[in-house]
Nanobody
Framework: QVQLVESGGGLVQAGDSLRLSCAAS??????MGWFRQQPGKEREFVAA????????SYAASVKGRFTISRDNAKNTLYLSMNSLELEDTAVYFC????????????????????WGQGTQVTVSS
C-alpha cells in the first residue's frame, strides 16, 4: 500500500509563490502527477513527471509558472508555483502510477492508482 501526503498549501496573494510537497512511502520507481480541483468542477491535470524525472508535462494554464520536480532519495514530489493567480485557487492532489515506462508521464487522472488527501491553495487579490 502506497501512502501519499501533500503539504505546503495555504493562503497567498496573487503574484506570490508556493511550493507543494508530496511525501510518498515509495517514490523512485513510479510516475507521478499533480492535479487540482475547484469547487463544483472536475479534477484537472496540472503537471506530471516520469519516474526518472526526465520527462515532464504541464497544463497550458500553468506552463511557465509551475515546475514539477522530484527527489527520489527523499521520496518526495514537489510542485513549485510562481506568479499565482486567482484561478489557481483549488485543492491540489498528488497522484502515483504503479506501472510505467521510465520516460513516460501521464496526464489523465484515470491513469493513476493512488492519490493523496489534497492540500488547499487559496490565492487572494
Amino acid at each position: 500500500q502506497v501512502q501519499l501526503v501533500e503539504s505546503g498549501g495555504g493562503l497567498v496573494q496573487a503574484g506570490d509563490s508556493l511550493r507543494l510537497s508530496c511525501a510518498a512511502s515509495a517514490l523512485s520507481i513510479y510516475a507521478m502527477g499533480w492535479f487540482r480541483q475547484q469547487p463544483g468542477k472536475e479534477r484537472e491535470f496540472v503537471a506530471a513527471t516520469s519516474r526518472n524525472g526526465g520527462a515532464t508535462s504541464y497544463a497550458a494554464s500553468v506552463k511557465g509558472r509551475f515546475t514539477i520536480s522530484r527527489d527520489n532519495a527523499k521520496n518526495t514530489l514537489y510542485l513549485s508555483m510562481n506568479s499565482l493567480e486567482l484561478e489557481d485557487t483549488a485543492v491540489y492532489f498528488c497522484a502515483l502510477k504503479l506501472a510505467s515506462g521510465p520516460d513516460y508521464y501521464y496526464t489523465k487522472s484515470s491513469s493513476y492508482d493512488y492519490w493523496g488527501q489534497g492540500t488547499q491553495v487559496t490565492v487572494s487579490s
